[in-house]
């Protein structure tokens, strides 16, 4: 690993820069990349400037919460791919990338039993009212009624938003309790949702319906405050909304209003709209959600589990030691779009 002040580049080695990562080493990514030949550059950088220095040397990129923007990819005289440690690629400016003919590369298939069980987890303890009947008992009080009140969940309705891979895992868990799943996925083919047991349904529909929502959304601009004042207004009242997609697709000044004003019954969230991770100096403070003891809250951690970090680990390291050893990688974001500018 090489410290951020010693970048000048030598002639014989592809430099690899690693922009950030919060897994303590990068000695899983160095075995890979050094066996292809290449030298790794490990920084921690939480602002786009900090990769301005090495970024006209690098002839590879791996992020996991820095943003790769255009300021970044510009000055980039001699990159051949952008490896991101996760599924989405929001923060990579891809289109910049394939204007400079840089690949990019995610990961895909690595946690989707991680992030379906924790959005289950965090329905159930809601559901259920764990947490009340936590606090309640640490204080002393041990009675039935700290939570009430809590409904059956046979019968009840599950609304599910994107049914991707994670979606899909997810719908499997939540029927076995008993609830009717209902679903909005404008991209899903109708065979699929059949063949899964899902009704799908309009974004109306699925707000006006549902008791619970697990919102499993990618971010893109058309996601961007999917729920905001108004559907929360559209929501039945009493319900539990569960986000382990992108912090940013639900408006937290929206959810706290609806919360706080008793429309909804609780809410778990994975990420906050502020994705704490992607800046340089947050604090709770910052979102009126962390005062609410009807909301839980965990760091961006759905993926989590040994397995899935080693996993991502490897596999985008993998994807830049192809690249740079001449072979094809397995996960491609752009590579259509490169064979189209460049055909």
Not at 27 to 49: D, F, H, M, P, R
Not at 154 to 181: C, D, E, H, P, Y
Not at 190 to 211: F, H, M, T
Not at 252 to 262: D, P, Q, V, W
Request: net charge negative.
């Amino acid at each position: 690993m090489t410290d951020r002040a010693n970048v000048i580049p030598r002639a014989d080695k592809p430099k690899v820069v690693i922009t950030d990562y919060d897994f303590g080493d990068v000695s899983v990514e160095t075995e890979i990349l050094e066996a292809a030949g290449a030298e790794v550059i490990a920084l921690q950088a939480k602002c786009e400037e900090d990769l301005f220095d090495v970024a006209p040397h690098c002839a590879a990129m791996m992020n996991q919460y820095a943003k790769i923007g255009k300021e970044t990819i510009t000055r980039m005289k001699r990159c051949e791919v952008i490896a991101r440690y996760g599924v989405g690629v929001d923060i990579v400016d891809v289109g910049t990338a394939t204007d400079k003919g840089i690949l990019v590369t995610n990961v895909q298939n690595y946690c989707t039993e991680e992030v379906a069980d924790h959005a289950v987890a965090l329905w159930l303890a809601l559901a259920r009212k764990l947490p009340d009947y936590d606090r309640a008992t640490h204080a002393g009080v041990w009675q039935w009624q700290s939570g009430e009140p809590v409904y059956r969940l046979r019968g009840r309705t599950m609304g599910v938003v994107s049914l991707g891979k994670i979606g899909q895992a997810i719908v499997t868990r939540t029927q076995a309790f008993g609830v009717n799943v209902i679903a909005y996925d404008p991209f899903l083919p109708a065979q699929v949702a059949e063949k899964l047991g899902v009704e799908l349904v309009d974004k109306a529909d699925l707000l006006a319906r549902s008791d619970y929502i697990l919102m499993q959304a990618p971010m893109t601009p058309d996601t961007h405050h999917f729920l905001s004042d108004a559907e929360f207004a559209a929501m039945k009242p009493g319900a539990i909304l569960v986000n382990t997609g992108r912090g940013p697709t639900v408006d937290n000044k929206a959810l706290f209003r609806a919360l706080s004003e008793g429309h909804l019954a609780a809410a778990g969230l994975d990420d906050t709209e502020e994705e704490p991770a992607k800046r340089a100096n947050w604090r709770p403070d910052d979102n009126p959600l962390f005062t609410l003891p009807n909301v839980l809250v965990t760091p961006h951690a759905a993926y989590y589990s040994e397995q899935s970090i080693h996993a991502a680990r490897v596999t985008a390291a993998t994807q830049v030691a192809k690249v740079l050893t001449g072979q094809r990688p397995d996960y491609t974001v752009n590579a259509e779009a490169l064979a189209v500018s460049t055909a």
